[in-house]
């Protein structure tokens, strides 16, 4: 063919270029002769040169300068030429070109052209790159041409329309009534268009949806021929006749049978003839299987399809053939939440997929491995993931964990287990799990009390294996810091102890803190565990001092206010030093101060050192004053309200309240507001004072109790002033009242409580 | 282990290998595992297009307030082995950078994946399905709710118009005659759907058109007198 051969020459003189630079060299030769063609008159060669811009623009190269060319050649009357326009355009044009505005009115001619290959080069581009604006001028056209014209138009025409709809959804209304008329053609590929057409109809507009579930029936019965019909050669792919039209004719009617029952019920015969009927030994066949059961699984089908369904997916997961497995995964994910039990009974060989060489399997085995864990199979399927955990991909790590974790919280058999899952995975893949994991894990092992000597032998034995993995030695840190008394005395019924002196266990804190391995938040863990030894060691107290003294002057400004104020802990505080670096209560789960390790850890670490005792002393309290309050105030064994949660970094005073409505007293009569004045605390000379109010009272319910807050927290030395705390009290069965208040206050550094009783109240209160 | 994208290899490489023999043979799968790329949105700038008409918004069903996906076949690109683009279409309007970067990361995702591996992958929020055959690689982008084994079997039918046309086709008639793999492309699939599902169809009206055209040329050579 003669007019090629210079197309053809130059893909070869291009191709033959040895170096990037010869090949540009070559094409910028040849782009300069087609612009220069371009701008001469028509010869016969413009569409062999816009052809030429066009393999070039494929390798590349900037070819925008052939877009008015196209518009051109759209426009010319030969066929050729047209063509390659039409080619043109949609290689070169797209709707954010402003040229693409200028072939509308070619693509308009074209429709109405006699030939009808013209037409449907017109109608192709239309449905490829048709902006919004060419879509509202055409579509009445495209209508047109999806009535009254052979199949071969009417195809294009109905896949153009499908473009259109897509495009400016509102045009969809134009298109509906040709659409239902296009069911009963017999072309297969006309059926096919007219079928897409109405689902992109369907999608976009419910009423359209009820409009067409009266076609279901006659959709049922296409569908029936063509599962039952013999041998056709034009259609036939593997034994299956036509099952890109099958599949098309599935999603419709999936699409049609959601939420309704009498297009499910109709479709119920078809699809379980589909499924019985169809042979999947060939990726046509599962194609058409696979459509086949996600209808089922979406409309309302009866139950025994769906089992049928899950079963079909069930040998999927057994085929040889990667990909079958993998859509079978797939589907599986979206039943799991559904029809659980079912897909339990695969949960064999979905484990075995995770041991997949293939990472797209072994992603689709991972997910649906965490959503088939349940409380029974726990124990099984997490060796399984902490198998795959040491020898997955590093892309599918964090996910694992993150999995793994959830699943442990959600079905952990025991606490032991627990921990031993997330210390395991702490190993395995420490560094790919989430920040908030350090946390958890400390707020987990705080909880299961009687297994911290278990959880510490273990964390040191961990430890000094190694360092590299920052939130296993974050954990292990802290852990050894708050239960080094129970490492040191070597003893554990749970596991092998770990016979180690105390200079052993502060060397590896030691390593901990000089490693540069290290994160700075490590080496804060690290130098409070240090410091939280120094009471529950007993020889080498000074080489802790020396330890905190020195990292006084690290550069790190965290690690050096730490150890400036452990400092001072040593030197002025040294006697509160035990109060405050003493067990920490369990952290509960909800609490404000539960935001992250450090931070329930680091209270101890507070400014004030007056402050932090407070802190320390009051989550003591509510424990003692429940007992001691409750059987006075008219004690009729009420359960004790629990106080609200004191937070463990909360600074300054702490007042509870007892949520009481404000209530008048004794309702009715204008008796005056009980003020109860606590008296004052006179003390000698040179005492300052912080003090806080606190007072637990446990009133039976009859009797309720509103505390405002106190008027001030510093009642100055000398008796020089007083502090007001308001109680109103609201007591309608008029039981006599007794009500002893404790205050808490700390004066010149030391602790004190004080007990007043009040016994008797004015009898006017009721 | 990623091919060179030199185009130093670009010279006489390709071997006249016919891609299509029967179909046993197709169902060879030659690719080598490959890391996912994580799922990320996809990548269009939404105030690139108009709003109006654009792709890429979700249309909220009026009734139950769900949103509509989008379903189409986003592209189909053809990769040599030495990764270059062979051919290509775009079923959704995509800028030309885009399209660089784009085909860029298919093809170092797609050559990289190992023989005998899964023939899909996940990418950005997009399903990536892709068939070997010979030297030449077919990806297709699809959205989420596609069925992929359908479209294997799309690749394989296209694969086949191509074999019927050129008579055992290889890389090289498509480097070569790109315009008629356009062409028959054209016939098969519009606007990111199957056009025609009948095996002839497409020969046919290529034929047909090839007459046309040589009829054409024919005429407009004749000399006038």
Same mark, same amino acid.
């Given at each position: 063919m003669s007019p090629s051969v210079r197309l053809q020459e130059m893909i070869r003189v291009i191709r033959g270029a040895r170096t990037q630079g010869e090949e540009r060299g070559v094409i910028q030769r040849e782009c300069a002769a087609i612009r220069a063609q371009f701008r001469q008159a028509d010869n016969g060669t413009r569409s062999h040169n816009l052809a030429k811009l066009l393999y070039v623009h494929m390798l590349g190269y900037p070819a925008h300068f052939g877009q008015m060319e196209c518009v051109r050649l759209i426009a010319s009357p030969r066929y050729n030429e047209k063509r390659v326009g039409y080619l043109g355009a949609m290689m070169l044009l797209d709707e954010k070109q402003d040229a693409s505005l200028l072939i509308t009115n070619s693509i308009k001619n074209d429709l109405s052209h006699s030939s009808q290959y013209v037409q449907s080069l017109a109608l192709c581009t239309l449905g490829c790159m048709g902006s919004a604006e060419m879509c509202r001028d055409l579509a009445p056209e495209i209508d047109r041409l999806l009535r009254a014209s052979n199949s071969y138009i009417k195809k294009k025409a109905a896949l153009c329309a499908v473009h259109i709809v897509r495009k400016v959804p509102e045009l969809g209304e134009l298109f509906t009534p040709a659409s239902r008329s296009l069911l009963s053609e017999k072309n297969h590929g006309v059926l096919h268009g007219a079928v897409v057409l109405i689902t992109e109809l369907c999608e976009r507009n419910p009423e359209t949806l009820e409009q067409f579930r009266k076609a279901v029936p006659e959709l049922v019965q296409i569908m029936k021929g063509l599962v039952m019909s013999g041998y056709s050669p034009e259609?036939?792919?593997? !034994?299956?006749?036509?099952?890109? #039209?099958?599949? *098309?004719?599935? *999603?419709?009617? *999936?699409? #049609?049978?959601?939420?309704? &029952?009498?297009?499910?019920?109709?479709?119920n015969d078809l699809l379980a003839q589909v499924a019985t009927n169809t042979d999947s030994s060939k990726t046509a066949g599962s194609a058409v299987l696979y459509e086949t059961v996600l209808t089922v699984m979406d409309i309302k089908s009866e139950s025994g399809l769906r089992v049928l369904a899950v079963n079909i997916l069930g040998r999927f997961l057994l085929n040889n053939d990667r990909n079958i497995r993998y859509i079978s995964m797939t589907s599986l994910q979206k039943i799991v939440q559904t029809d659980h039990n079912a897909v339990q009974r695969h949960r064999g060989t979905i484990v075995d997929c995770l041991k997949d060489q293939d990472a797209s399997v072994k992603r689709r085995a991972l997910e649906l491995s965490l959503a088939l864990v349940s409380a029974v199979n726990i124990r099984? #399927?997490?060796? &399984?993931? /902490? /198998?795959? #955990?040491?020898?997955? %991909?590093?892309?599918?790590?964090?996910?694992?964990?993150?999995?793994?974790?959830?699943?442990? &919280?959600r079905y952990a058999p025991s606490q032991r287990w627990h921990i031993d899952t997330i210390l395991h995975v702490l190993t395995t893949a420490g560094g790919d799990v989430r920040d908030e994991t350090v946390p958890n894990l400390i707020q987990l092992i705080t909880t299961a009390t009687e297994l911290h000597c278990y959880t510490v032998h273990k964390l040191y034995r961990a430890l000094i294996a190694d360092i590299s993995v920052q939130s296993l030695v974050q954990v292990a840190c802290w852990c050894i810091g708050e239960y080094g008394d129970l490492l040191l005395r070597g003893e554990c019924e749970e596991t092998e102890p770990v016979q180690v002196a105390e200079d052993d266990v502060l060397d590896a804190l030691e390593t901990v803190l000089q490693s540069h391995m290290s994160s700075p938040a490590t080496r804060g863990f690290a130098l409070t565990a240090t410091m939280k030894l120094s009471t529950r060691i007993t020889h080498n107290v000074d080489r802790i001092r020396s330890i905190v003294s020195i990292y006084g002057s690290c550069i790190d400004v965290e690690l050096q206010q730490r150890a400036v104020e452990y400092n001072a802990l040593f030197k002025k505080y040294d006697h509160m030093r035990a109060a405050v670096l003493e067990r920490m209560p369990v952290i509960d789960k909800s609490s404000p101060g539960h935001t992250n390790g450090e931070s329930a850890g680091g209270s101890i670490k507070e400014m004030e050192p007056t402050k932090r005792t407070q802190e320390v002393v009051l989550p003591q309290e509510p424990a003692n004053q429940v007992c001691d309050l409750?059987?006075?105030? !008219?004690?009729? !064994? &009420?359960? %004790?309200?629990?106080? %609200?949660?004191?937070?463990?970094?909360? /600074? !300054? %005073?702490?007042?509870?309240t007892a949520g009481g409505d404000l209530l008048d007293l004794l309702g009715g009569l204008d008796a005056p507001l009980d003020h109860v004045t606590r008296p004052g605390k006179t003390l000698g000379p040179n005492y300052r004072l912080f003090m806080t109010f606190v007072s637990h009272s446990y009133p039976p319910q009859s009797v309720q109790l509103q505390m405002k807050a106190p008027s001030g927290d510093v009642i100055p030395a000398h008796g020089l002033g007083q502090v007001t705390q308001t109680v109103l009290l609201n007591n309608p069965n008029k039981v006599s009242l007794k009500m002893r208040v404790r205050v808490c206050y700390t004066s010149q550094d030391f602790v004190c409580q004080d007990t007043v009783q009040i016994d008797s109240f004015p009898s006017p209160a009721w | 282990m990623v091919s060179q994208l030199n185009p130093q290899h670009c010279g006489n490489l390709t071997l006249p290998v016919p891609m299509y023999r029967n179909v046993v043979n197709i169902f060879s799968l030659n690719c080598w595992p490959y890391s996912h790329i994580a799922a990320s949105r996809w990548f269009?700038?939404?105030?690139?297009?108009?709003?109006?008409?654009?792709?890429?918004?979700?249309?909220?069903n009026k009734r139950c307030g769900e949103l509509m996906p989008i379903r189409q076949m986003h592209f189909l690109l053809l990769l040599s082995r030495q990764g270059k683009l062979r051919l290509q279409k775009w079923f959704t309007p995509v800028t030309e950078r885009e399209k660089k970067k784009v085909t860029r990361e298919m093809t170092l995702m797609v050559l990289a994946r190992p023989p005998h591996s899964c023939n899909f992958l996940l990418w950005r929020d997009l399903k990536i399905v892709y068939k070997r055959y010979a030297s030449l690689y077919f990806c297709c982008g699809l959205e989420d709710q596609d069925n992929e084994l359908l479209t294997l079997e799309v690749l394989q039918r296209y694969v086949e118009l191509l074999d019927k046309y050129f008579g055992n086709v290889c890389e090289l008639d498509i480097i070569f005659n790109f315009e008629k793999a356009y062409f028959i492309l054209d016939e098969f699939l519009v606007g990111g759907e199957l056009l025609e599902t009948s095996k002839t169809a497409v020969g046919i009206a290529m034929e047909e058109a090839e007459t046309l055209q040589e009829t054409m040329e024919e005429y407009m050579s004749k000399p006038t007198y």
């Open positions: 259609h036939n792919v593997a !034994g299956i006749s036509d099952p890109f #039209l099958q599949v *098309r004719i599935l *999603r419709l009617l *999936r699409i #049609l049978g959601r939420n309704n &029952e009498t297009a499910s019920d109709a479709v099984s #399927l997490m060796k &399984e993931l /902490l /198998l795959f #955990l040491s020898s997955c %991909p590093p892309e599918l790590r964090a996910h694992t964990t993150s999995g793994i974790f959830n699943a442990a &919280e409750l059987d006075l105030l !008219g004690g009729s !064994g &009420e359960p %004790p309200q629990p106080s %609200p949660a004191l937070s463990t970094t909360a /600074l !300054g %005073p702490v007042s509870s | 269009i700038p939404k105030n690139v297009f108009p709003l109006s008409g654009s792709l890429w918004t979700n249309i909220k």
